[in-house]
């Protein structure tokens, strides 16, 4: 039985959970079980007097112990491997143990550690959590979910991928269940949304990966990726079943690859309430920390003229969201649309171009305005730097190193305070390490990246690097939506969130992040939800009365607290 197929054994009554389970199955189930924490009532009640040790002991001392557990595991990817047999045995100790630790932690069980525990997820499966959908049983959709048990107002959130562009690792099949287990894991972390209430989901289309399709132990369709009809029609089957079941909840889209990505929210958007994180998640918090870099430059988005190295889900997600950005500070959208510069693999993306995607297209530059840019290999990143004097440089190319000394120096040369966002992930993707940016331009860079990274200290300034990763603004969005049971998740809530994590950012300091710590991810998702929150009401996609977002949005979050348990 999986983690979350055991939810139905309980509820909750007056803050109590009340179960029909007894005995070993009390403990096999991880939202109930306390293991040593339980009561000698709650043991007589239940039938666990003989299967625990005498010691009755606090949520406190299990969390002591968890952590020694952890710190005896001698790599990153065994301590997520052990997190995750936590949160599979005793879900509350799991994120207490990770609320407590949140910055030491949130790197292991998501970004960067996820990536490897990604790859490796068919050598150190252990146990199921989610549900996996096969496209070979688009029939099987709503059997699969009704085995879960739950009822229609019983889901929030879903989180699907089809796992075909794993942050930059690409393709990882099955395994991609992962990146959706890690991603709720931080929603809970830093929004409280409850984990009763959601689901992970595997759309298992097959895989291009011919590691894992020659790897005997793959638990995957051994088969290359289906497209075309047949994968949209399994995507609207998910789509169907999961709106159906569950009214209420969020459908998140992670990791799709560019074909997909864009396609299925266009599909989507406006018909239920969906987003994908990629994109716009992305967006909204690069977003944010150019606003900051902005204040701290002295200068307006409507001035900026930005370079976006790899112009994929990601990196136009982005550009869609600074262009947005510019207009609401003045420009028209034709000239904000023209204040960006897209490169791809194939150079600056020109609209002479034959194959460029649709979503890129709006970006294309005239072919003659970069006709003497030219250097010896075609117009790459170095030669639209040179020509371009971009204010801002970003990063979502999956090329590890290619922000060069000599292209941030050049860029460096023209501008006062450089904002340069490397923001591929994980780090052995990278486009350049902080250190070396703040060295190159002589500590005038404004550096935000996706992952986590230390402060770096240069002639005597400690620069803190703020963390530009959509785990800043997903969680507190989702739980802006559920408290509001936002109909769509609309541009206007994207904005919203953003201007909410700017304005919690103080960049008086020399050194300052451009963005909130992780440590305050909590709080920094409260004020993102209140936010999102509001403007649904205020574009009138709010389904409930919001009398006091604040409180509502405090009272929405799920605390990692063991509950009194009485049988039922
Ligand atoms: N920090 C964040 O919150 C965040 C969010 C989303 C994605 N990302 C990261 O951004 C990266 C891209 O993710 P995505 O979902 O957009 O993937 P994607 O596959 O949709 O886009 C990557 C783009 O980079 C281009 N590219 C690849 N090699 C290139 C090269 N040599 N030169 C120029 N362009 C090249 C590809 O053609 C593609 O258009 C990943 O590393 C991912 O982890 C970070
Ligand atoms: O998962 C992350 O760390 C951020 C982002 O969604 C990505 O795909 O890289
Ligand atoms: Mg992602």
Not at 389 to 415: C, D, N, Q, Y
Request: charged share 25%; proline share 5%; with cysteine.
């Amino acid at each position: 039985m999986t983690a979350v197929a055991a939810k139905r054994r309980f509820w909750v009554e007056d803050g109590s959970s009340v179960t029909s389970a007894r005995g070993v199955e009390v403990l096999d189930t991880p939202l109930l079980n306390k293991n040593t924490a339980f009561t000698r009532q709650e043991r007589a009640e239940l039938g666990l007097e003989g299967l625990l040790p005498a010691a009755v002991q606090t949520l406190e001392d299990r969390v002591r112990r968890a952590y020694e557990q952890y710190h005896e595991q001698p790599t990153d990817l065994l301590k997520n491997v052990f997190l995750a047999m936590l949160q599979d045995n005793d879900e509350v100790l799991f994120y207490r143990l990770l609320t407590e630790h949140l910055r030491e932690m949130l790197p292991v069980v998501y970004d960067p550690t996820v990536g490897e525990a990604i790859k490796r997820y068919s050598h150190e499966y252990r146990r199921p959590r989610g549900v996996y959908l096969s496209i070979a049983e688009p029939d099987r959709i709503e059997a699969a979910f009704q085995d879960l048990g739950l009822g229609a107002g019983d889901v929030d959130l879903i989180v699907a991928s089809d796992a075909e562009e794993i942050l930059g690792i690409g393709d990882w099949g099955a395994g991609g269940i992962g990146i959706a287990v890690g991603k709720l894991a931080v929603y809970t972390a830093a929004a409280g949304i409850d984990p009763g209430r959601v689901i992970p989901v595997s759309l298992d289309v097959g895989t291009n990966n011919e590691a894992l399709l020659n790897d005997p132990d793959y638990v995957g369709n051994r088969h290359s990726r289906v497209r075309g009809q047949r994968y949209d029609d399994f995507i609207d089957a998910y789509v169907r079943t999961a709106t159906k079941l569950f009214p209420r909840a969020l459908l998140h889209w992670e990791d799709f690859g560019p074909s997909n990505g864009r396609r299925i929210l266009e599909r989507y958007r406006d018909r239920i309430c969906t987003f994908n994180d990629d994109m716009q998640g992305t967006g909204a918090i690069v977003l944010a920390a150019t606003l900051s870099a902005a204040r701290v430059a002295g200068t307006r988005m409507r001035d900026q003229r930005i370079v976006i190295f790899g112009a994929g889900t990601a990196g136009v997600g982005i550009a869609d969201q600074l262009r947005d950005a510019m207009v609401r500070d003045g420009l028209e959208r034709g000239d904000a649309t023209r204040r960006i510069w897209c490169v791809d693999r194939q150079g600056l993306l020109t609209d002479d171009m034959t194959a460029l995607r649709d979503f890129q297209n709006p970006y294309a530059r005239p072919a003659a305005e970069a006709r003497d840019w030219a250097g010896t290999g075609g117009i790459g990143l170095a030669e639209v730097v040179a020509n371009v004097r971009p204010t801002m440089l970003i990063g979502t190319s999956t090329v590890h190193r290619a922000f060069t000394e000599a292209i941030v120096k050049e860029m460096a040369r023209h501008v006062d305070r450089p904002i340069i966002f490397p923001l591929s992930n994980p780090t052995e993707r990278i486009e350049a390490m902080p250190g070396d940016l703040i060295a190159w331009t002589g500590g005038r860079g404004l550096i935000s990246t996706g992952i986590p990274v230390p402060p770096v200290t240069y002639k005597g300034v400690t620069y803190a690097i703020g963390q530009a990763n959509n785990a800043l603004l997903y969680p507190g969005l989702g739980l802006g939506a559920v408290v509001a049971r936002a109909k769509r998740i609309s541009d206007g809530m994207f904005a919203a969130a953003a201007d909410a994590v700017a304005g919690l950012v103080s960049v008086n300091t020399p050194g300052a992040s451009l963005l909130p710590q992780v440590e305050n991810l909590r709080q920094v998702s409260a004020t993102v939800a209140v936010a999102v929150a509001k403007r649904a009401a205020e574009e009138n996609l709010a389904q409930a009365p919001l009398k006091d977002p604040i409180q509502q949005v405090q009272d929405a979050m799920w605390q990692p607290e063991y509950r009194p348990v009485r049988a039922g």
